[in-house]
């Protein structure tokens, strides 16, 4: 079982942090800005991609600057995926940018940091896999799903085939993922008690 409990550990809620959302967090700490709101959409497009450049250069090249169109571009990216979920858009961002609505810029920045930390999380845990399983063996796969069905097996539905872990092999990454996001979930809970 060691696969599995060090694959858990690595990515324990306090684990990831430190691995993770320590850095990002810092990034956008220390990036400064000089207004919160902006007065046109070149403005509002020069604020988003130099930012993304800085976070991109603290936390994930760890040295070169994006080129400003290909900062813009995934800064803009980053926004539609997370205003998207609210209900929003890249228009309705940019309007909240130009009044101060919604935490203005700060908020948009936040929104960029976010996305792009929770893109580092899950590379960080798909490299923690792949350090403790090798994507190649599949016995170990199937030693690895055959855990999970002995951790897991009682809460599984009866559609489940406990017998047979080979079946469910080609899927064990995203298996263990998801494990490891409902173990962090009942760890959170449990904290707030």
């Not at 409990?5 to 800005?33: C, F, M, P």
């Not at 996305?115 to 490299?127: I, L, N, Q």
Request: charged fraction near 30%; charge should be neutral.
């Amino acid at each position: 079982m060691a696969e599995l409990d060090n694959i858990v550990a690595a990515v324990e809620s306090r684990e990831i942090a430190r691995e993770v959302d320590q850095l990002h967090d810092g990034a956008r700490l220390r990036y400064t800005l000089p207004k919160n709101t902006v007065g046109t959409w070149d403005e509002f497009v020069n604020v988003i991609a130099d930012y993304f450049s800085y976070h991109f250069t603290q936390c994930v090249s760890r040295g070169g600057r994006l080129s400003r169109a290909e900062a813009a571009g995934r800064a803009k990216e980053a926004i539609e995926r997370q205003y998207r979920r609210r209900g929003g858009d890249i228009v309705s961002c940019f309007r909240n940018c130009q009044h101060g609505d919604d935490g203005g810029v700060r908020t948009v920045l936040d929104t960029i940091c976010d996305d792009m930390k929770a893109e580092g999380v899950e590379r960080y845990v798909r490299e923690v896999i792949d350090q403790n399983v090798d994507p190649t063996d599949w016995g170990t796969k199937v030693e690895v799903v055959r855990q999970l069905l002995r951790r897991c097996g009682a809460d599984l539905r009866s559609s489940v085939r406990m017998d047979q872990p080979e079946r469910y092999a080609s899927s064990y990454a995203g298996l263990v993922r998801q494990y490891a996001h409902v173990l962090q979930q009942m760890s959170r809970e449990f904290r707030r008690l």
